[in-house]
């Protein structure tokens, strides 16, 4: 998504309520992994409360907040034997992003 300017506040900083929601597609490829992960999104939809959850989701604008996120880690960590930080969820808030990177370092 690109934008021709940002929206700004009346102190001239971007407005970022105002901001055109972002909304991420995924390819046939990248649906398909959604059947390989049901796991990983069951963590998320358990620790977020919510059941509507996709890969394309992103932890913070479903509800995410920092207790939740040492949740999240912790529950991640558990099932998939990794040793994800903090870090990683504000690289990878999408759940696929973050999916991708789980598989990547268990490699």
């Known amino acids: ?3 021709e300017s940002f929206p700004l506040s009346v ?3 971007i407005d970022k309520k105002a ?4 909304e991420m597609r ?3 490829e990248e649906r398909s992994q959604d ?3 049901p796991e990983i999104l069951a963590v998320y939809c358990d620790i977020l409360g919510r059941d509507d959850l996709t890969l394309a989701d992103n932890f ?3 509800g995410g907040d920092s207790i939740k996120a040492i ?4 529950e991640l960590n558990d099932r998939t034997g990794t040793l994800l930080q903090l870090a990683d969820l504000f690289e990878f808030p999408v759940i696929y992003d973050m999916q991708n990177h789980i598989a990547a370092v268990k490699k």
């Open 1 to 3: 998504m690109e934008l």
């Open 11 to 13: 102190t001239g900083k």
């Open 19 to 22: 901001l055109p929601e972002f």
């Open 26 to 28: 995924l390819n046939d």
């Open 35 to 37: 059947v390989t992960c």
């Open 60 to 62: 913070f604008r479903c």
């Open 71 to 74: 949740r999240l880690l912790y």
